[in-house]
C-alpha cells in the first residue's frame, strides 16, 4: 500500500514537473496562462484546429 | 498475457489521446468551460496537467513501468471523467467530450459527451481493474529490470 502511494506520487509529480516545463517552453501553453489569469477574459485566439 | 493485450490497448489510447490535447491546449480549455464545473481559475492548470498527466500514465502502462500504479490512476481519472459526463448528461447539456481532442476531427471519430461514452469508460475501468490485479505483466520493462 505505502509503495503503490509512493509510485502514484512519483507518477503525478513528474507529469507536473513536465506539463510545467513544456508549458513554459511551448508558446501556446504561455499564452493560456496570460490570457486566463486575468479572471473572465476569454481567449480571442482562434483555435488551431479552425485555422 | 491478456493484460498485456490490455496494457497496449488502453495505454495506447490514452498515450495519443493525451498527445492530442497535447497539441492543441486551446481546444481542451474550451472543452473544460463547457463541462462548467470547474471554476474558472483552475481550467487553465487542468488543461495543462491532464493531457500530460494521460501521456505519462499511457507510457508507463506500454512500456509496463510502475503498471499496478499507473492503471490505478488511470481508473481514476476515467472514473472523474465518467461523472463529469453523467452531470453533462443530467444538465441536459450536449457538447463534446474532448476525450480525443484533435484526433476526433482528425479521424472523424464522434467525440459526445453522452451514455456511448459513459459506456465506453467503464469498460476502460474495467480493463484498468484488470492489469492492477495482475500480479506479473508479459513484456515488462519492470520484469527485464529484475532479472537484470
Request: one cysteine or more; glycine letters at 6%; proline letters at 4%.
Amino acid at each position: 500500500m505505502k509503495r503503490l502511494l509512493t509510485e502514484i506520487l512519483f507518477i503525478m509529480t513528474m507529469a507536473l514537473v513536465v506539463s510545467l516545463l513544456y508549458n513554459f517552453v511551448s508558446p501556446t501553453g504561455i499564452k493560456i496562462i496570460k490570457k486566463t489569469s486575468k479572471n473572465k477574459v476569454e481567449i480571442k485566439e482562434e483555435p488551431t484546429w479552425q485555422k | 498475457m491478456i493484460s498485456f493485450i490490455l496494457r497496449i490497448i488502453v495505454g495506447g489510447i490514452f498515450l495519443i489521446s493525451g498527445l492530442a490535447k497535447i497539441s492543441d491546449p486551446v481546444r481542451f480549455v474550451l472543452t473544460l468551460r463547457e463541462f462548467d464545473i470547474f471554476p474558472e481559475i483552475i481550467v487553465p492548470f487542468t488543461a495543462i496537467y491532464i493531457p500530460w498527466l494521460e501521456f505519462i500514465i499511457g507510457l508507463c502502462i506500454i512500456l509496463g513501468i510502475l503498471h499496478r500504479a499507473s492503471s490505478f490512476m488511470l481508473a481514476c481519472l476515467i472514473f472523474i471523467f465518467t461523472i463529469a459526463i453523467i452531470s453533462v448528461i443530467i444538465r441536459g447539456m450536449e457538447i463534446d467530450c474532448g476525450c480525443f481532442g484533435l484526433l476526433a476531427d482528425m479521424l472523424k471519430i464522434p467525440d459526445m459527451a453522452d451514455m456511448k461514452a459513459v459506456i465506453r469508460n467503464l469498460i476502460f475501468i474495467g480493463m484498468c481493474i484488470y492489469i492492477f490485479k495482475a500480479k506479473k505483466t508479459a513484456f515488462s520493462l519492470e520484469n527485464y529490470f529484475k532479472k537484470v
